[in-house]
């Protein structure tokens, strides 16, 4: 039976996921380390960060929900609403901008007849721009799920996109077999966590807001003086 | 004579097959440096080495790497290193390439930093993007766990040493060290106020060391060659290699090892000159936060680019020719400063913002000739005015690009569109998605809530 928050919804980090979690956890002196893998781990499950994960994620971490969003609502790579299936990221910083990277953007805008940062209405496909992504030397490049691919041409693009349309085994410029949105995140969530190292087995270690950092502690927030604002500066 | 790279960090990966993989590593004289540090040598004699080599970061501030090291202090625990690689200066891959193809060095390294500063935990910042090299560094952290590489007791004495993979999640300011700290701490990854510096009061408020990738990968090399062989390239402030990352209109973008102080037009003939022969208009030196050079007549170490008004930053170097717009590239960079600005100071949060409208619509023509010189206003409000540099170089970029190229700028007004480009579908900004051609992706609304959902822009 499936475990049920006190929303009444199904909770999402259950199970083999809740151990998942936890191991992820271990790694760090404080749990609250592990709130951007725990979110990716949620994008993983659900293909987006949803409403339950985020409440699951707190109860975990021992941080309220609106503290969950506050940090990970300041990421991209974290996605809020349902996400296409293969996110194509085109940079369009400045290497890749004087080579053409406009250009691949209208191609593939046109082809998928959806403006970036939305998903084509089957869910398969999402457009995104993106700052460097620290391949200029293969100007103009994008990601498919954050997988490579250099010297991207209007039509070299739009074939890839018919490529997994087509259901083909498509592998980035350095070989990768790019996977789904979901496996992507879940492989980033665990990205640490299975190896053998550990930061988190000692004396300092705590749990949640409890951050050992004075100005982070939960309850002990720092208090604004106002007697000892200076006033008409 | 033909520029030749001197090859140090990179040169396993040049020359070798599978250089990232453990038995090729060690067949090539891996972990020799590291295990002669960590079993005959004591961390001051490690220290006082890197000191005396004068190594300098090579995350872009150019800071000594020993001299970092020197501030932590002896007596308070844990202390922790932590690795950037959150690369993301735009026109920069070097840390990409390195840990992809020779991620063994990163860790020789680790292990090196983390002996003389008496570190047993460090942290990998690993870009969120960056999925090949964190499966290859993961696959390397494993195998030398296995070797007795890492873990309890490495290489057989009392040192104990854990390393942590952590993966980013798309924010560029999180490169900056205490924003990367704030960030692996699971807040949003905005700047401190230092000091305290990170040295001090770091990570979870203990003395923590934050090195570069490339300052890292360098150090197995210093400690087996020693400080004479490191210093007999660079200059006496400057001494040394670096790895240049070199792309834009040239015929072989890539990465390029040489010594610091080389002349930048010998690297531009290592990166085979400019595309289709044609004529260099700009140069940026060290990563877009750099302002432009219009020559390829300077020497590539970081005080001569400080003297000429520059910097050697990141090392990222991005060549332009004549067909560049330079109205388009002061566009493309403000837009990358508005999308990056963490929020936290007011000049960069809402200067960047402005920067991005004023300069569409001058890409748009419909720019007014005033404009010019309120752009050139804005960057003096938000220089030097902010907690980091973020704010500082999102003034230096736009400011940089109208002083050197006016008269584009001007032309762009007067003609009332793109000199450069004709193709309106292409144009940069959010008023080319308002001409009805659906095709402009980049819009300039201040990101709300998770991600790039809500303005179709990542990073």
């Given at each position: 039976?499936?475990?049920?928050?006190?929303?009444?919804a199904t909770?999402?980090?259950?199970?083999e996921?809740?151990?998942?979690?936890?191991?992820?956890?271990?790694?760090?002196p404080?749990?609250?380390?592990?709130?951007?893998?725990?979110?990716?781990?949620?994008?993983?499950?659900?293909?987006?960060v949803?409403?339950q994960?985020m409440?699951?994620?707190?109860e975990?971490?021992?941080?309220?929900?609106?503290e969950?969003?506050?940090?990970?609502?300041?990421y991209?790579?974290l996605?809020?609403?349902?996400?296409g299936?293969?996110?194509?990221s085109?940079?369009?910083?400045?290497?890749?901008?004087?080579?053409?990277?406009?250009?691949?953007i209208?191609?593939?805008?046109?082809?998928l007849?959806?403006?970036?940062?939305s998903?084509?209405s089957d869910?398969?496909f999402?457009?995104?721009?993106?700052?460097?992504l620290?391949t200029c030397?293969?100007a103009?490049?994008?990601q498919?799920?954050?997988?490579?691919?250099?010297n991207v041409?209007p039509?070299g693009a739009v074939?890839?996109?018919?490529?997994i349309?087509?259901?083909?085994?498509v592998?980035s410029?350095?070989g990768e077999?790019?996977?789904?949105?979901?496996?992507?995140s879940?492989e980033?969530?665990?990205?640490g966590?299975?190896?053998p190292?550990?930061?988190?087995?000692q004396?300092?270690r705590?749990?949640?807001g409890e951050s050992?950092?004075?100005?982070?502690k939960?309850?002990?927030?720092p208090?604004l003086?106002?007697?000892?604002?200076p006033h008409?500066? | 004579m033909?520029?030749?790279q001197?090859?140090v960090v990179?040169?396993r990966?040049?020359?070798?097959?599978?250089?990232?993989k453990?038995d090729?590593?060690?067949?090539?004289?891996?972990y020799?440096?590291?295990?002669?540090?960590?079993t005959?040598?004591?961390?001051?004699?490690?220290l006082?080495?890197?000191?005396a080599?004068?190594?300098?970061?090579?995350?872009?501030?150019?800071?000594?790497?020993?001299?970092?090291w020197?501030?932590?202090?002896?007596d308070v625990?844990p202390?922790?290193?932590?690795v950037?690689?959150?690369?993301?200066?735009?026109g920069?891959?070097?840390?990409?390439?390195l840990?992809e193809?020779d991620?063994h060095?990163?860790?020789?390294g680790?292990?090196i930093a983390?002996?003389?500063v008496?570190a047993?935990?460090?942290?990998?910042?690993?870009?969120?993007?960056?999925?090949?090299?964190?499966?290859?560094?993961d696959?390397?952290?494993?195998?030398?766990?296995d070797?007795?590489?890492?873990g309890?007791?490495?290489?057989?004495?009392?040192?104990d040493?854990d390393?942590?993979l952590?993966r980013?999640?798309g924010a560029?300011?999180?490169?900056?060290?205490s924003?990367?700290l704030d960030?692996?701490?699971?807040h949003r990854?905005?700047?401190?106020?230092?000091?305290?510096?990170?040295?001090?009061?770091?990570?979870?408020?203990?003395?923590t060391v934050?090195?570069n990738?490339?300052?890292l990968?360098?150090?197995p090399?210093?400690?087996?060659h020693g400080v004479?062989?490191?210093?007999?390239w660079?200059?006496?402030k400057s001494?040394?290699v670096k790895?240049f990352?070199?792309?834009?209109?040239v015929?072989?973008?890539g990465?390029y090892?040489v010594?610091?102080?080389?002349?930048?037009?010998?690297?531009?003939?290592?990166?085979?000159?400019m595309l289709n022969?044609?004529?260099l208009k700009?140069?940026?030196p060290g990563g877009?936060?750099?302002?432009?050079?219009?020559?390829?007549?300077?020497a590539?170490?970081?005080?001569?680019?400080?003297g000429?008004?520059?910097m050697?930053?990141?090392g990222?170097?991005?060549f332009?020719?004549?067909t560049?717009?330079m109205?388009?590239?002061?566009?493309?960079a403000?837009?990358?400063?508005?999308?990056?600005?963490?929020?936290?100071c007011?000049?960069?949060?809402?200067?960047?913002?402005w920067?991005?409208?004023?300069?569409?619509?001058i890409?748009?023509?419909?720019?007014?000739?005033?404009?010019?010189d309120?752009?050139?206003?804005?960057?003096e409000r938000m220089?030097?005015?902010?907690?980091?540099?973020l704010?500082?170089?999102?003034a230096?970029?736009?400011?940089?690009n109208?002083?050197?190229?006016?008269?584009?700028?001007?032309?762009?007004v007067a003609?009332?569109h793109?000199?450069?480009?004709t193709?309106?579908?292409?144009?940069v900004?959010?008023?080319?998605?308002?001409?009805?051609l659906?095709?402009a992706?980049v819009?300039s609304?201040p990101?709300?809530g998770?991600?790039?959902?809500?303005?179709?822009?990542?990073?």
């Open positions: 039976m499936a475990e049920v928050s006190s929303n009444g909770k999402v980090l259950v199970g996921h809740y151990d998942t979690a936890r191991s992820i956890i271990s790694k760090y404080n749990s609250r380390s592990a709130v951007l893998p725990l979110l990716f781990l949620v994008q993983g499950l659900e293909g987006y949803t409403d994960g409440r699951d994620v707190g975990l971490l021992h941080l309220t929900p609106a969950v969003l506050a940090s990970g609502s300041f991209t790579m996605k809020r609403k349902p996400t299936e293969y996110l194509i085109v940079c369009r910083n400045v290497s890749c901008a004087h080579r053409g990277a406009y250009k691949v209208a191609a593939l805008s046109e082809r007849g959806t403006e970036p940062g998903a084509t869910g398969k999402e457009l995104e721009t993106a700052e460097c620290a030397d293969g103009p490049t994008m498919i799920n954050y997988e490579d691919f250099y041409t039509d074939e890839l996109v018919d490529g349309e087509r259901g083909d085994t592998t410029f350095r077999a790019v996977k789904t949105q979901r496996e992507i879940y980033t969530a665990v990205a966590a299975l190896l190292g550990t930061a988190g087995d004396e300092a705590t749990v949640g050992p950092r004075e100005d982070m939960v309850g002990d927030r208090k003086d106002h007697s000892e604002e008409g500066g | 033909v520029a030749e001197a090859l990179r040169k990966l040049v020359e070798v097959d599978h250089a990232w453990a090729v590593y060690a067949d090539t004289g891996g020799e440096a590291a295990r002669n540090v960590v005959s040598m004591s961390p001051e004699a490690t006082e080495l890197v000191k080599s004068g190594l300098r970061g090579r995350g872009g501030a150019g800071f000594p790497t020993g001299m970092k020197s501030f932590v202090p002896k625990f202390k922790y290193l932590v950037n690689h959150d690369e993301g200066e735009p920069t891959f070097k840390d990409r390439e840990l193809s991620p060095q990163l860790l020789e680790m292990i983390a002996f003389a008496g047993s935990k460090a942290f990998i910042y690993c870009r969120g993007e960056f999925a090949l090299g964190s499966r290859r560094i696959q390397a952290i494993r195998s030398a766990y070797n007795g590489y890492l309890e007791g490495v290489f057989g004495s009392s040192f040493f390393i942590v952590h980013g999640a560029y300011i999180c490169g900056e060290e924003a990367l960030s692996l701490e699971g990854g905005q700047p401190r106020l230092k000091p305290p510096f990170p040295a001090v009061k770091g990570l979870y408020g203990q003395p934050v090195n990738t490339e300052t990968s360098t150090l090399h210093i400690l087996n004479d062989w490191f210093r007999q660079g200059t006496e001494p040394g790895i990352s070199v792309s834009g209109h015929n072989a973008p990465n090892e010594p610091l102080g080389t002349n930048l037009g010998d690297i531009l003939e290592l990166a085979g000159g022969g044609n004529d700009a140069v940026i877009i936060s750099a302002p432009l050079l219009t020559t390829t007549d300077m590539m170490d970081f005080e001569e680019l400080q000429a008004g520059t050697l930053g990141s990222g170097i991005v332009m020719d004549h560049t717009c109205v388009r590239n002061a566009l493309v403000a837009q990358f400063y508005e999308h990056e600005s963490c929020g936290k007011t000049p960069c949060r809402e200067g960047t913002w920067q991005v409208k004023v300069l569409e619509r890409e748009h023509g419909e720019g007014r000739k005033e404009d010019l309120l752009l050139l206003d804005m960057c220089d030097g005015r902010c907690f980091c540099p704010g500082d170089t999102a230096w970029a736009v400011r940089s109208i002083k050197s190229f006016r008269s584009d700028f001007e032309d762009h003609a009332g793109c000199t450069y480009e193709d309106h579908r292409t144009l900004g959010a008023r080319a998605g308002a001409t009805g659906g095709d992706g819009t609304q990101s709300a998770i991600g790039s959902d809500h303005d179709g822009h990542a990073r």
